[in-house]
């Protein structure tokens, strides 16, 4: 069965500095990764998806995820974060038929 | 671009009352899926369609039932309802499997409230 873990529930980080979210994986064949980012209230807005090739994979609003094999993880990353990044993040894995498996998420606190 | 399309946004009804969450999929995306986020949880996957017919169930309680028409779009049916239904359901489509190098897009959601 697939899991999608994401260690850290809560972050805070200041404005301008680096941001990265971590996300392990369970499935044991080819996953198909994904970030989403979630306002409250709203609805989910993907960010970025892995399917195959490049691990290195770039999204909107700044942000890129690498895929590491060997560590079973998709880790969201982004340079330099702004006051509008505040928000909650989830990463999500999904088998063939788009089943998607979602980790708990964590949530960006913006700090001036 | 068209997204997906989900109606009520809001719904307020009352403990045994009956609610139908409508969701009308991208044009020519043939795969419906829908999920329940309560509040500070993650998504968590109900059930989805393709090409009309039932692919996966997820955890859907009995009481509530789902079906996709000719159209594509899709509605979940949701009866006697209970306080702990309250919470975000959202609605995402795709054009095919999404293991088919395809990716599923979300709605808005409907935030149902059960009082």
């Known amino acids: 069965a697939q899991s999608v873990t994401q260690p850290d529930i809560h972050i805070t980080v200041s404005e301008g500095a680096s941001l990265e979210l971590r996300c392990n994986y369970s499935?044991?064949?080819?996953?198909?990764l994904f970030w989403y980012v979630q306002s409250p209230g709203q609805g989910l807005q993907l960010l970025l998806k892995?399917?195959?090739?490049?691990?290195l994979v770039q999204g909107i609003k700044g942000f890129e995820a690498e895929f590491k094999r060997s560590q079973s993880s998709f880790n969201l990353r982004k340079p330099s974060v702004h006051w509008s990044d505040a928000a909650e993040y989830f990463c999500?894995?999904?088998?063939?038929?788009?089943?998607?498996?979602f980790g708990a998420g964590t949530q960006v606190v913006v700090t001036p | 671009a068209a997204g997906v399309i989900q109606s009520p946004r809001h719904l307020i009804k009352e403990k045994r009352e009956t609610a139908t969450l409508k969701c009308y999929p991208i044009?020519?995306?043939?795969?419906v899926y829908w999920y329940q986020q309560g509040p500070g949880q993650d998504p968590q996957f109900l059930i989805s369609?393709?090409?009309?017919?039932?692919?996966d169930k997820g955890s859907i309680p009995d009481r509530f039932s789902a079906q996709q028409f000719s159209d594509y779009h899709s509605e979940l049916n949701m009866s006697s309802l209970e306080l702990g239904d309250s919470a975000l359901y959202f609605c995402?489509?795709?054009?095919?499997?999404?293991?088919?190098?395809?990716?599923?897009?979300f709605g808005q959601g409907t935030r149902l409230t059960v009082v």
């Open positions: 995402a489509s795709s054009l095919g499997r999404t293991g088919d190098n395809t990716e599923a897009f």
């Open positions: 499935y044991g064949a080819t996953p198909y």
């Open positions: 892995y399917f195959s090739g490049d691990t």
């Open positions: 999500a894995e999904t088998d063939s038929w788009g089943k998607f498996q």
């Open positions: 044009p020519r995306h043939d795969t």
């Open positions: 369609f393709y090409e009309k017919m039932q692919s």
